[in-house]
C-alpha cells in the first residue's frame, strides 16, 4: 500500500493543466445538445407544435399523434447530431440516474434495415424493474416496470467516449402504478402548489392563471487527483475517508476561500461549464469554498423540475469531464474530517404568469400584502411539518455534515433578518386595532413599511437551515450528494396545504362580512404568532441554541433513522394523500428504502474500516514496532543504559496500545455487526447500526490516526490529508 500512495504521488506531480479552448460565446453555444422550443419549432409541424405546447403548458395528457409527430422530429434532429441510440432518462431511488440504450436501428416487415422511433417508444418504455429499490412494493422475481415521458424537461444529447445517445427524462413507475422514482412525487407537488398558489392570488390579482415554482440549487464539491483517490480505499468504495489525520494547515487561515482557481482545476471546469452549456445547464458562478480543494458552481434559476433534472444531469457530467483531467468529484457531504464538508442550497421561490416573484417585496401596500401571505404561510408551513422537512434531507452521508460548523443544525428554524422579522412582529401588535370606515388599513396595520427593496436590509444567516434571502427561500440543510427532489417535493407539499388553509379561513371570515384585507390579515396574524417559535435570528451552531430551541419545543433529531420517523406518522399520511403525492404503499416503501440504505451505508463503511484497519494499518504498525524493537536491541548491544532507550520504549508501548485498541474495537464492531444483522425489521435494524455499530467508528479512528502521526512516512499505507487536499 505504501508504494501505491508513492507512485500515486509521483503521478499527481506529472500532471498538467489541460487547456480547454472555446471559439464561440456562451450564449451562442447554450442548448445545442438539447431539443428545447427552437428545435421542436424547427423539426414539427406547426400545428402539432402548438398542440404539443399547449398539453404542456395545461398539464394535459399529449395525444398520440402528436407524441408520433414529436417522436418523428427528435429522431430527425438526433440522427442529425451523431446520435445512434435513445434511452428513457430517469431517477430511480438508488439517488443516481439510470438509462437503458435502445438503437434507432431496426428492420422492417421486409427484413430492411431502418432508423425507426415510434411514438410509442418515446411516451413509455419497460426497463428490468426487478433491482432497483422498491420497499416491498414488488417482488425481486416480478421484473416489470414503466419509464414514462416528461414533457416538461426536454430531451438532450450525451456524448460517451464518442457515441452519442439521446436521452428523454421520464418518470418510473411499478407494473401496479406507484412511484418507484424521485420524479413524479416531485411533479405532482408541483401541480399542487401551483393551484392552492394560483387561488390565494387571485385575491390579489384576477389575471393570475398560473404559478411557476423556481428553483436555483448551488452544488458544492471537492476535487482529488485520480490516482491518490485511487490508492484510498475508503474514498472509493465510500466516497469519504474513514481514517486520516488533520494536517498542520487545514482551512484555519480561510486562504482558499474564494481565492484564485488552480489552473488544473480551472481546466476541469471549463470543460463541464462547457458541455453543462451545451445540455442547456444555465452555470453562472465558479468559485473556491472554504476547505482546501473544496469549489462551488451555481446556476440560473429555472423551473423546479428541470432544475432538478438538471442537477443531476451535472453531476453525471462533472464526473465524467472530472476522469478526463485525472481527477475525482467528491460529492460526499463530509469526505474529510477537520474541514468543511459539502452542501446542495436549494433557492427556492414562486413566481406568477403575471411576471410577480411572489416572494419578493412590492412598491405598493397591496403588493406587500400579498408578499407576506406567500412569506408568513411558507413559515407557518414550515413550523407544523418541521420533522417533515428535516427527514427529507436525512442521510447517512448527511448525518456527518449537520450540526457541523460548516452546515445547519439538525434542529429546523427560519431566519428572516431583523428588517422583516421586525414587520412581523408589528403584524402581531397592531393587528388588533380597531379599523373605522375610511381607514386605511395598509396604512394602519404597518404594512407600508416595508420596504420595496429588502435585499440590502438582512444579512445572510449561513447557520439557518431555512433562511430567506430577499426574494427566495434558501434551504440550506439538502446535502452535495442528494435528489434535490426529495427536499422540494415535501416543501413544495406542506406550503401547498397550509395556503389552501389560508384560502379556507379567509374565505369563511370574508362570508362572515369581514373585508378580504381585513380577513387575510387576521389569518396571518394567526399564523404569525401560532409559529413564532420556529424564527430565529441567532447563532445556530451555539449551545444557547440548542437549550432554547428545547424550550420552543423545537425538535433536535440528529441521526437519520430517528428523523425518518417523520415520514410514517399519522398526520403525514394524511397529508400525502390528501393531495395525492404517495399513497399509504409508496410512502412506508420510501421509508423502508431509506432506512435500508442507511444500514447498507453503514454496514459497508463498518467493512471497509475493519478492512483497512486490520490488513494495512496493523500489519504497518507492527512492522514500524519491530524496527524500534530493532533499535532498542542496538542500543543495548552498544552498552547504552535504558534511559538512552525510553524514548523509543515509550513509543513501543504507545503502538502496542493504540494497536490493541483498534483490534479489539474491530472485533466488537464486527460483533456487534453479525448481531444486528439478525434483525428483520427495517427501522430496528437501522437503529441498531446507528446506536450499536456506528459508535465503534470513532475509536478505532483515533486510533488510527495517532498511529499515523507516529510511523515512518515512508511506511505509512494510506495518501494522508495533506497529499488529498493540496495535491494539485
Known amino acids: 500500500m505504501a508504494i501505491l500512495r508513492f507512485k500515486a504521488l509521483e503521478l499527481v506531480n506529472q500532471r498538467h493543466p489541460i487547456t480547454v479552448e472555446s471559439s464561440k460565446r456562451r450564449s451562442e453555444t447554450f442548448g445545442q445538445n438539447v431539443f428545447n422550443l427552437e428545435a421542436m419549432r424547427a423539426t414539427m409541424p406547426g400545428d402539432y407544435f402548438k398542440k404539443l405546447?399547449?398539453?404542456?403548458k395545461q398539464g394535459a395528457a399529449v395525444e398520440r399523434n402528436v407524441a408520433d409527430a414529436v417522436a418523428s422530429a427528435m429522431k430527425t434532429w438526433a440522427m442529425a447530431k451523431g446520435a445512434t441510440h435513445y434511452t428513457h432518462w430517469f431517477q430511480p431511488l438508488t439517488g443516481a440516474t439510470a438509462e437503458k440504450h435502445d438503437s434507432f436501428f431496426d428492420l422492417n416487415s421486409d427484413g430492411r434495415p431502418i432508423e425507426n422511433f415510434k411514438g410509442s417508444a418515446l411516451v413509455q418504455q419497460e426497463p428490468d424493474a426487478s433491482s432497483f429499490p422498491n420497499g416491498g412494493i414488488r417482488n425481486t422475481f416480478e421484473a416489470r416496470g414503466y419509464t414514462a415521458w416528461d414533457p416538461t424537461s426536454p430531451a438532450f444529447i450525451i456524448e460517451t467516449v464518442g457515441a452519442k445517445t439521446l436521452c428523454i427524462p421520464t418518470i418510473f413507475v411499478a407494473y401496479t402504478g406507484e412511484a418507484l422514482d424521485y420524479k413524479a412525487p416531485l411533479l405532482k407537488s408541483l401541480a399542487v402548489l401551483e393551484k392552492a398558489a394560483v387561488d390565494v392570488c387571485q385575491y390579489f390579482d384576477k389575471d393570475v392563471s398560473r404559478v411557476n415554482t423556481t428553483l436555483g440549487i448551488e452544488q458544492e464539491y471537492f476535487l482529488v487527483d485520480k490516482a491518490l483517490h485511487d490508492a484510498r480505499p475508503d474514498l472509493v468504495l465510500t466516497g469519504r475517508t474513514l481514517f486520516g489525520h488533520s494536517p498542520a494547515k487545514g482551512q484555519q487561515l480561510d486562504d482558499h476561500y474564494f481565492g484564485s482557481i488552480p489552473a488544473r482545476v480551472h481546466g476541469f471546469m471549463l470543460e463541464f461549464e462547457e458541455e453543462a452549456n451545451l445540455l442547456g445547464i444555465p452555470l453562472r458562478t465558479r468559485h473556491n469554498e472554504v476547505a482546501p480543494n473544496q469549489f462551488e458552481c451555481a446556476p440560473t434559476f429555472e423551473d423546479a423540475n428541470l432544475a432538478v433534472d438538471h442537477n443531476q444531469l451535472l453531476m453525471d457530467v462533472m464526473a465524467r469531464v472530472a476522469d478526463r483531467h485525472n481527477f475525482k468529484v467528491l460529492l460526499h457531504e463530509k469526505p474529510f474530517a477537520g474541514v468543511n464538508g459539502s452542501g446542495k442550497h436549494n433557492n427556492w421561490a414562486m413566481s406568477t404568469d403575471t411576471g410577480v416573484n411572489l416572494l419578493a417585496p412590492g412598491r405598493r401596500p397591496k403588493e406587500n400584502l400579498q408578499f407576506l401571505a406567500f412569506l408568513i404561510t411558507t413559515i407557518k408551513a414550515v413550523h407544523t411539518h418541521a420533522d417533515l422537512l428535516r427527514a427529507s434531507i436525512a442521510s447517512a452521508s448527511n448525518d456527518h455534515r449537520l450540526g457541523a460548523n460548516?452546515?445547519?443544525?439538525?434542529i429546523m428554524s427560519v431566519f428572516l433578518g431583523s428588517m422583516l422579522d421586525g414587520v412581523l412582529d408589528e403584524l402581531e401588535r397592531t393587528a388588533k386595532l380597531p379599523l373605522d370606515k375610511g381607514d386605511n388599513i395598509y396604512l394602519k396595520l404597518g404594512i407600508d413599511k416595508i420596504p420595496p427593496i429588502l435585499l440590502d436590509n438582512t444579512d445572510r444567516n449561513r447557520t439557518s437551515p431555512f433562511a430567506f434571502t430577499g426574494n427566495k427561500f434558501e434551504l440550506r440543510a439538502v446535502g452535495s450528494s442528494a435528489n434535490c427532489s426529495s427536499a422540494m417535493t415535501v416543501l413544495n407539499t406542506i406550503v401547498a396545504d397550509q395556503l389552501i388553509d389560508l384560502k379556507?379561513?379567509?374565505?369563511?371570515l370574508i362570508e362572515q362580512g369581514k373585508k378580504k384585507e381585513v380577513a387575510i390579515v387576521?389569518?396571518?396574524?394567526?399564523?404569525?404568532?401560532?409559529s413564532k417559535n420556529i424564527r430565529f435570528e441567532g447563532n445556530g451552531y451555539s449551545d444557547e441554541w440548542k437549550e432554547e430551541a428545547a424550550s420552543r419545543g423545537l425538535n433536535n433529531i440528529a441521526t437519520t433513522p430517528q428523523a425518518l420517523d417523520a415520514l410514517v406518522r399519522n398526520d403525514a399520511a394524511e397529508l400525502f394523500a390528501r393531495h395525492g403525492i404517495f399513497s399509504h404503499v409508496?410512502?412506508?416503501?420510501?421509508?423502508?428504502?431509506?432506512l435500508e440504505e442507511y444500514q447498507k451505508k453503514i454496514q459497508i463503511e463498518s467493512?471497509?474500516?475493519g478492512d483497512l484497519a486490520v490488513n494495512h494499518v496493523i500489519p504497518t504498525a507492527l512492522a514500524y514496532q519491530t524496527k524500534l524493537i530493532d533499535n532498542v536491541r542496538g542500543l543495548r548491544d552498544l552498552g547504552l543504559d535504558d534511559e538512552h532507550s525510553q524514548t523509543t520504549l515509550n513509543m513501543i508501548k504507545d503502538i502496542s496500545r493504540y494497536v490493541s485498541t483498534i483490534k479489539t474495537t474491530v472485533d466488537e464492531m464486527t460483533a456487534a455487526r453479525k448481531q444486528v444483522n439478525k434483525l428483520s425489521d427495517a427501522r430496528e435494524l437501522a437503529v441498531a447500526y446507528c446506536e450499536q455499530v456506528k459508535p465503534k467508528f470513532e475509536p478505532i479512528r483515533r486510533a488510527v490516526d495517532k498511529l499515523e502521526r507516529m510511523v515512518a512516512d515512508e511506511d505509512w499505507p494510506l495518501v494522508k490529508y495533506r497529499e488529498l487536499l493540496f495535491s494539485r
Not at 405546447?53 to 404542456?56: N, R
Not at 409508496?586 to 431509506?594: C, D, G, M
Open 53 to 56: 405546447q399547449a398539453a404542456t
Open 406 to 410: 460548516e452546515a445547519p443544525p439538525a
Open 504 to 508: 379556507g379561513s379567509v374565505d369563511a
Open 522 to 530: 387576521e389569518v396571518l396574524r394567526e399564523y404569525v404568532i401560532s
Open 586 to 594: 409508496e410512502l412506508h416503501a420510501r421509508h423502508e428504502i431509506l
Open 607 to 609: 467493512r471497509v474500516m
